[in-house]
């Protein structure tokens, strides 16, 4: 199945500061997301970006689906953005579907 | 639109007994996911279903069931609950498998 690694485990910022977020995918996917877990729990999906770049307000992600990697730009962090970061790679096509969450990035924005 | 909703929130079950999870989604979404979230990992996929009547598994199946006679509910049923069972448990929706998953607030289980 598809493996999926992100980097780095844990991040501490400033607030103030700006940070990227790196995930590695092993195999041809179709369906890249990224999302947000905040501090209670709550997944809020930020991006879906199986190709490109798309930018929301301080939040920008790009993908390059031919070199198998996702990056997750934050600009101007606060400490809002704290909590932890998922991207998930998925493949479906001929009556299969696998998706693979990677283990997230916990990130820390502190005043 | 209320989105993807999930009851109960929380939930302490024996072991041996058994329960329903229910999800429910008012967007119309033909894609449903199950997912658990043991502490300090990501998500895995329990079951998923393209649409009413239609289910699979996913990546850890086991322990658990589905229906989906609706479009709007996705139950998952827990039968003989195991201490490996404790997890937070997410409902998502989809409109198709390549589109963003919404996902509903969670259920913690805990199975003493």
């Known amino acids: 199945g598809i493996q999926v690694e992100q980097s780095p485990p844990d991040l501490i910022l400033q607030e103030g500061a700006n940070s990227t977020l790196r995930c590695n995918f092993s195999d041809s996917v179709n369906n890249l997301q990224w999302f947000h877990q905040n501090p209670w729990g709550q997944l809020i999906n930020l991006f879906y970006?199986?190709?490109g770049t798309k930018q929301n307000g301080r939040l920008s992600a790009t993908t390059v689906a031919t070199e198998r990697y996702s990056l997750l730009y934050i600009s101007s962090s606060q400490t809002t953005d704290s909590g932890v970061y998922f991207c998930?790679?998925?493949?479906?096509?001929?009556?299969?579907?696998?998706?693979?969450f990677g283990k997230g990035t916990k990130l820390s924005v502190i005043p | 639109n209320a989105g993807v909703t999930q009851t109960p929130k929380f939930r302490i079950l024996k072991i041996g007994q058994s329960m329903t999870l229910q999800c429910a989604q008012d967007m119309n979404h033909n894609y449903m996911y199950w997912y658990r979230q043991d502490p300090g990992m990501g998500l895995k996929l329990i079951y998923y279903s393209v649409g009413a009547g239609i289910t699979d598994k996913g990546e850890v199946p086991n322990g658990y069931n589905v229906s989906r006679s609706t479009t709007e509910d996705f139950p998952l049923r827990l039968e003989l609950a195991a201490p490996s069972q404790t997890s937070v448990y997410f409902c998502?929706?989809?409109?198709?498998?390549?589109?963003?998953?919404?996902f509903g607030p969670g259920t913690r289980l805990t199975v003493l």
């Open positions: 970006i199986p190709s």
């Open positions: 998930a790679a998925a493949y479906s096509g001929a009556g299969s579907y696998q998706l693979t």
């Open positions: 998502a929706s989809s409109r198709g498998h390549t589109n963003e998953q919404f």
